[in-house]
């Protein structure tokens, strides 16, 4: 399943404004799901534009 390219916009835009956001932070934000949240900061690390503190959880912009 492919993600939304709105969703992602909207992710991508929340965690460069709140840099060391964590999931849940975005989930409630945005009022989406864990899973479709999940799903997208996953896809956004993959592209390589954002990362994840492995320790922390949280999110961060590259």
Not at 4 to 15: M, T
Not at 45 to 61: L, N
Request: no cysteine; aromatic share 4%; glycine share 6%.
């Amino acid at each position: 399943m492919s993600i939304s390219e709105e969703l992602a916009k909207r992710v991508l835009s929340f965690v460069i404004e709140h840099p060391g956001t964590k999931l849940v932070a975005v989930e409630e934000a945005l009022g989406v799901s864990r899973i479709e949240v999940g799903r997208t900061l996953r896809a956004l690390m993959d592209q390589g534009k954002i990362r994840r503190d492995e320790d922390t959880r949280q999110y961060f912009p590259i």
